[in-house]
Nanobody, 126 residues
Framework: DVQLQASGGGLVQTGGSLRVSCAVS????????IGWFRQAPGKEREAVSC????????YYGESVKGRFSIASDNAKTTAYLQMDRLKPEDTGVYYC???????????????????WGEGTQVTVSS
């Protein structure tokens, strides 16, 4: 079974930094996408960032470009999302997810994601 284990998150002041990690197990494909989506209260789930394990292609949502960075480990089983210069609007539950079809339905697109981890709360205080 595919399992996603998220860690990190927490409470930080505006301008601070946090890192969340997603450890993926049970995937047998050589190439897939690991990503992070987030959801704030009353809002739809939105794509934050994704990385494809085979070629390192990366996507960032417009609201996080220049502040967040994603990377994977050498084994391509863990993705790290470094979040810098955090803003109150970054607050939400962050979900780790994988797309086993390498973006066939759209790169870092909600409809293409197959498995989801439990969310981790990120709260940015003003």
């Amino acid at each position: 079974d595919v399992q996603l284990q998220a860690s990190g998150g927490g409470l930080v002041q505006t301008g601070g930094s946090l890192r969340v990690s997603c450890a993926v197990s049970g995937v047998t494909r050589d190439s897939y996408i690991i990503g992070w989506f987030r959801q704030a209260p009353g809002k739809e789930r939105e794509a934050v960032s994704c990385i494809r394990t085979s070629d390192g292609r990366i996507y960032y949502g417009e609201s996080v470009k220049g502040r967040f960075s994603i990377a994977s480990d050498n084994a391509k089983t863990t993705a790290y999302l470094q979040m810098d210069r955090l803003k109150p609007e970054d607050t939400g539950v962050y979900y780790c997810t994988v797309d086993l079809n390498r973006g066939l339905l759209g790169f870092c697109d909600l409809v293409g994601m197959h498995y989801w981890g439990e969310g981790t709360q990120v709260t940015v205080s003003s």
